[in-house]
């Protein structure tokens, strides 16, 4: 097999290895290089994903047969070995081992036409949880850092996503026009085209997606970047857009997309924008918080008024008006 020489992403340079490596620990190993996977190269992620996915091979097979089933080199393999924390590959396969008898490997199960409702449930709940776990381990607290302050200073700032995604860019110009912050999202991709060409310096672009390779956001990325715009990406590392990004903020949730819409991967987006939004209102203090308030009160005559007797609930199931009985 030729030399792998994937091990640098699309604009971006050599990959940063973690600086410690991974404790020994069976009981938790899996979930430490899903943890870890956003700081593999692409080719070394494509091992780490094999793994994940089939830990019961993987204590069956040589560093050979591993690499030809993933399509990578061998020392492709061992890069990943070690970066991972271990120094030779039967000690991949003796701690893959202890972690199927620990039953971690459920976790990284996926859902399966034949599971039962209660298989659906459990795995979308362990797997979110351990989504968002991993996420929580892996930011990039300056990139982080960063994008608060440049959405916090931005003169204009535009929301972009597809299909799925789209509902995230939405839910951003929700949360953030609720700061006075002038923000607006478009389903429509002409809408989108005409806006990021209207867009420059001092502006910024928030942009979504879960695998990172889908053309109207990648083309909506590049355009805000060519007029001199700042582009946020929220995205899997190595892709087309994080490459195109000022400010990658990586989510490599994995998840098969192929059968079933992303939903791990929308929780771990949704959570990331929440942390985000927070930040950039604590940013301005005090009198942000009062606008925050004040947006609150503008919809309390909107909701129900609560209690037994109250006017709100009256033609309500059981809460017949006086003189109105048997009418």
Same mark, same amino acid.
């Given at each position: 097999?030729?030399?792998?020489?994937?091990?640098? +992403?699309?604009?971006?340079?050599?990959?940063?290895?973690?600086?410690?490596?991974?404790?020994?620990?069976?009981?938790?190993? $899996?979930?430490?290089?899903?943890?870890?996977?956003?700081?593999?190269?692409?080719?070394?992620?494509?091992?780490?994903?094999?793994? $994940?996915?089939?830990?019961?091979? %993987?204590?069956?097979?040589? %560093?050979?047969? #591993?690499?030809?089933?993933?399509?990578?080199?061998?020392?492709?393999? #061992?890069?990943?070995?070690?970066?991972?924390?271990?120094?030779?590959?039967?000690?991949? &396969?003796? *701690?893959?081992?202890?972690?199927?008898?620990?039953?971690?490997?459920?976790?990284?199960?996926? /859902?399966?036409?034949?599971?039962?409702?209660?298989?659906?449930?459990?795995?979308?709940?362990?797997?979110?949880?351990?989504?968002?776990?991993?996420?929580?381990?892996?930011?990039?607290? !300056? +990139?982080?850092?960063?994008?608060?302050?440049? =959405?916090?200073?931005?003169?204009?700032?535009?929301?972009?996503?597809?299909? +799925?995604?789209?509902?995230?860019?939405?839910?951003?110009?929700?949360?953030?026009?609720?700061?006075?912050?002038? /923000?607006?999202?478009?389903?429509?991709?002409?809408?989108?085209?005409?806006?990021?060409?209207?867009?420059?310096?001092?502006?910024?672009?928030?942009?979504?997606?879960?695998?990172? !390779? %889908?053309?109207?956001?990648?083309?909506?990325?590049?355009?805000?970047?060519?007029?001199?715009?700042?582009?946020?990406? *929220?995205?899997?590392?190595?892709?087309?857009?994080?490459?195109?990004?000022? =400010?990658?903020?990586?989510?490599?949730?994995? !998840?098969?997309? !192929? /059968?079933? +819409?992303?939903?791990?991967?929308? %929780?771990?987006?949704?959570?990331?924008?929440?942390? =985000?939004?927070?930040?950039?209102?604590?940013?301005?203090?005090?009198?942000?918080? &009062?606008?925050?308030?004040?947006? &609150?009160?503008?919809?309390?005559?909107?909701?129900?008024?609560?209690?037994?007797?109250?006017?709100?609930?009256?033609?309500?199931?059981?809460?017949?008006?006086?003189?109105?009985?048997?009418?």
């Amino acid at each position: 097999m030729a030399p792998d020489h994937s091990d640098v +992403a699309p604009g971006r340079g050599p990959i940063a290895r973690a600086s410690e490596p991974l404790t020994q620990d069976a009981s938790h190993f $899996l979930d430490k290089i899903a943890a870890r996977r956003a700081q593999l190269s692409p080719s070394e992620r494509k091992v780490a994903d094999f793994v $994940l996915d089939h830990p019961e091979r %993987i204590i069956r097979m040589s %560093i050979a047969e #591993l690499a030809a089933s993933v399509g990578v080199s061998q020392p492709t393999v #061992l890069r990943f070995v070690r970066s991972v924390g271990l120094s030779r590959y039967p000690d991949l &396969k003796l *701690l893959t081992g202890q972690s199927i008898v620990s039953g971690t490997p459920y976790l990284h199960s996926e /859902v399966r036409a034949q599971d039962t409702l209660d298989e659906v449930a459990n795995k979308i709940f362990d797997s979110s949880i351990h989504v968002l776990n991993a996420v929580r381990q892996s930011i990039d607290r !300056e +990139a982080l850092t960063r994008a608060v302050q440049t =959405i916090a200073t931005a003169r204009r700032i535009d929301c972009f996503g597809a299909g +799925a995604a789209s509902i995230l860019a939405i839910e951003a110009q929700h949360k953030l026009m609720r700061l006075g912050l002038p /923000v607006v999202s478009y389903v429509d991709t002409h809408l989108q085209r005409m806006a990021a060409a209207t867009l420059g310096p001092g502006d910024v672009v928030l942009c979504f997606s879960h695998t990172g !390779e %889908i053309r109207d956001t990648l083309k909506m990325a590049n355009k805000a970047r060519e007029v001199g715009a700042r582009v946020i990406a *929220l995205t899997r590392p190595g892709t087309a857009l994080a490459a195109a990004a000022h =400010i990658l903020l990586a989510i490599d949730a994995h !998840e098969n997309t !192929e /059968v079933y +819409a992303p939903m791990t991967s929308r %929780i771990a987006h949704a959570v990331l924008l929440d942390i =985000i939004v927070t930040a950039v209102a604590l940013h301005f203090g005090e009198p942000m918080l &009062k606008r925050l308030r004040d947006v &609150k009160d503008s919809l309390a005559d909107l909701r129900l008024p609560t209690g037994p007797a109250s006017p709100g609930r009256q033609g309500l199931p059981g809460k017949m008006p006086p003189g109105r009985r048997g009418a």
